[in-house]
Nanobody
Framework: QVTLVESGGGLVQAGGSLRLSCAAS????????MGWFRQAPGKEREFVAA????????YYADSVKGRFTMSRDNAKNMVYLQMNNLKPEDTAVYYC???????????????WGQGTLVTVSS
């Protein structure tokens, strides 16, 4: 079992960039597929991006494709979400998530972080 702690959220102007980080505990981090989700005020939580255990496979929601990049460093037990050209509609609480399978991390992750707030001003 891993535990996840997100950081890096904050306030940024539209068109700006932020990098979110997710620190994972546990020796088996390298066996987990990882994901990022977000929940905007008054909306349901939605999938943003996912990465396989080795980092060779990545998937993105259409709304962030070309703007966001997910990566991981298994030696450091870290996952990142580089967010460029941010838009006001990207405002949300961003959550890091983990699952044993890449398919599951995109739909029903088993482990969640506590979230970090990203606010994009227009």
């Amino acid at each position: 079992q891993v535990t996840l702690v997100e950081s890096g959220g904050g306030l940024v102007q539209a068109g700006g960039s932020l990098r979110l980080s997710c620190a994972a505990s546990g020796r088996t981090f390298g066996t987990y597929a990882m994901g990022w989700f977000r929940q905007a005020p008054g909306k349901e939580r939605e999938f943003v991006a996912a990465i396989g255990s080795s980092g060779s496979s990545t998937y993105y929601a259409d709304s962030v494709k070309g703007r966001f990049t997910m990566s991981r460093d298994n030696a450091k037990n870290m996952v990142y979400l580089q967010m460029n050209n941010l838009k006001p509609e990207d405002t949300a609480v961003y959550y890091c998530a983990a699952s044993e399978l890449l398919l599951l991390v995109r739909t029903t992750p088993r482990v969640w972080g506590q979230g970090t707030l990203v606010t994009v001003s227009s």
